[in-house]
C-alpha cells in the first residue's frame, strides 16, 4: 500500500499546511484517516477529494476532524454538478455521540465502528487500541495483506504500543514533545518515547508525525535516533511512503 503525509501538525497549521491527515491507497481505493485543518487545501495535490472511497477519524478533537465539514460540502457540491448520488462512509467512535452525528450529512454517512473487533474497509483490515488521551482515542494498525501500517493517532505513551506496533512495516508516531519534556498530561508523546517503541516492537521506519509548533523539529529525529538504530523520517507535506 502507498501512504501520503496530508498533514502532520499538531493544534493547527503553519502556513499553507494541514493538521492530521494520512491518504492511504490501494488498487486504486483511496482511504482519508484524519481530516483536520487544511487537510481539504492539500488534499488535491494527491487525489481529487471525490475519488475518496472512505474516510476514517481516531477522535474527534479539531486537528483531527475540522474539515470534515468542508469536505461533506464538497460532496455536496460535486454530486450536484456531476449529477450523482455518491455517499462517502466517514468511520467514528461511538464513544462520543455528538462526534459521531457530525459525520451525517447529505452525501456523508457516519459509521459507528467497534474497537474491539477488526474493521474492514475496501483492501484494507484495521485493528485499534484505546490510547492515553484528554478525549476517547484510537491507534489504528492498518494492514492489506502484505505491508502493515500504525498509527498511534493521539496518545502520551503506553507500553501496550509496543505489542500493538510489532513488526509493523511504518510506525506513525504522535511527537509532539522534545526528548526530557512530559507530554502525559497534555495526551502525546516526546522523540525519546516514539524511538523507543520503534526499538521494541522492530519497526521498519519509524515517521515522527503530529509536531510541535516550538524548537528546532529536525532536532526531534536526533533524539529519536539515539533510542531508534532505523530509519526515521520527519513528516512533511507530500511525503510518499511505500515499501521499499
Ligand atoms: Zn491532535
Ligand atoms: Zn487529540
Not at 154 to 169: G, H, I, T
Request: with cysteine.
Amino acid at each position: 500500500m502507498n501512504l501520503t503525509v496530508v498533514g502532520y501538525w499538531g493544534a493547527y497549521p503553519e502556513q499553507g499546511e494541514a493538521t492530521s491527515g494520512y491518504l492511504f491507497e490501494k488498487d486504486g481505493f483511496h482511504l482519508l484517516i484524519d481530516c483536520g485543518s487544511g487537510v481539504m487545501a492539500q488534499l488535491p495535490k494527491y487525489v481529487n477529494p471525490y475519488q475518496l472511497d472512505a474516510v476514517l477519524l481516531t477522535h474527534y478533537h479539531q486537528d483531527h476532524v475540522a474539515d470534515i465539514g468542508v469536505l461533506q460540502y464538497h460532496m455536496l457540491v460535486q454530486n450536484g454538478l456531476q449529477k450523482q448520488d455518491k455517499v462517502l462512509p466517514i468511520y467514528g467512535h461511538a464513544d462520543d455521540s455528538e462526534g459521531l452525528a457530525m459525520l451525517d450529512h447529505q452525501y456523508t454517512k457516519g459509521m459507528a465502528y467497534d474497537p474491539t473487533g477488526r474493521l474492514v474497509i475496501g483492501p484494507f483490515t484495521i485493528e485499534f487500541l484505546a490510547t492515553d488521551h484528554p478525549v476517547p482515542c484510537y491507534a489504528v494498525r492498518i494492514t492489506d495483506g502484505q505491508d502493515t501500517i500504525v498509527y498511534t493517532a493521539d496518545s502520551s505513551y503506553k507500553p501496550e504500543f509496543v505489542s500493538f506496533s510489532q513488526a509493523a512495516d511504518l510506525l506513525i508516531t504522535d511527537c509532539n514533545f522534545y526528548q526530557g519534556q512530559d507530554g502525559k498530561e497534555a495526551g502525546h508523546m516526546n522523540s525519546q518515547q516514539c524511538g523507543e517503541i520503534a526499538t521494541a516492537a522492530d519497526v521498519g521506519t519509524l515517521l515522527l508525525s503530529h509536531h510541535p509548533h516550538f524548537g528546532d523539529r529536525e532536532q526531534l529525529v536526533v533524539e529519536a535516533k539515539r533510542f531508534y538504530q532505523g530509519s526515521v523520517v520527519l513528516a512533511h507535506s507530500g511525503y510518499k511512503w511505500k515499501k521499499q
